[in-house]
T-cell receptor, first 113, second 111 residues
């Protein structure tokens, strides 16, 4: 069975600081991995996805994530946080791009001025 | 142009009532999904339809019944609503195993 663990339900950074949101996965098959962002009272928007191509994946809004098979991790980073990055971030895994998504618990990112 | 739309956006109802949430996608996708997000923001798949055929049915009470009249629509009907059904319900769609696009969600409150 697949599962996702996001370390830290809440992360707070200062504007301009590095953003690091942690995600570890468990999967018996090569995984497809995703990061979604949810702004307050809105739906989920795809930030980026890993589909067995390049291990370093670049997404929208300056975010990127690196797939590390040895560590079963897919951490999300952004070099410099903006106030507009404040939102809930979800890591998810599936057996295929269109298969059901198994989500982590979510990490709320706060950005301080 | 809204890609995946849901109606209503908010739904407040009494315990025991029956209600429906509608989802429409104009992306031409062949697969649609329903997810439930609980009060702790945890998201879980409920159902998935491919070309109007049910392909994923997670452990969901029988009170929940999805209906897909055509490829562009996937509605969720809930009978005998309970307090624990209060949540945000998200519809999503995808094409041929590609990424899923999510709707804006329907916030259901059962009193």
């Amino acid at each position: 069975a697949q599962s996702v663990t996001q370390l830290g339900s809440h992360v707070s950074v200062s504007e301009g600081a590095l953003v690091l949101l942690r995600c570890n996965y468990s999967s018996s098959v090569p995984p497809y991995l995703f990061w979604y962002v949810q702004y307050p009272n809105q739906g989920l928007q795809l930030l980026l996805k890993y589909t067995s191509a390049a291990t370093l994946v670049k997404g929208i809004n300056g975010f990127e994530a690196e797939f590390k098979k040895s560590e079963t991790s897919f951490h999300l980073t952004k070099p410099s946080a903006h106030m507009s990055d404040a939102a809930e971030y979800f890591c998810a895994v599936s057996e295929g791009q269109g298969g059901k998504l198994i989500f982590g618990q979510g990490t709320e990112l706060s950005v301080k001025p | 142009d809204t890609a995946v739309s849901q109606t209503p956006k908010y739904l407040v109802t009494q315990m025991g009532n029956d209600k429906s949430i509608k989802c429409e996608q104009n992306l031409g996708h062949d697969t649609m999904y329903w997810y439930k997000q609980d009060s702790k923001k945890f998201l879980k798949i409920m159902f998935s339809y491919n070309n109007k055929e049910l392909i994923i049915n997670e452990t969901v009470p029988n009170r929940f019944s999805p209906k897909s009249p055509d490829k562009a629509h996937l509605n969720l009907h809930i009978n005998s609503l309970e307090l624990g059904d209060s949540a945000v319900y998200f519809c999503a769609s995808s094409q041929e195993g590609r990424q899923q696009f999510f709707g804006p969600g329907t916030r259901l409150t059962v009193l």
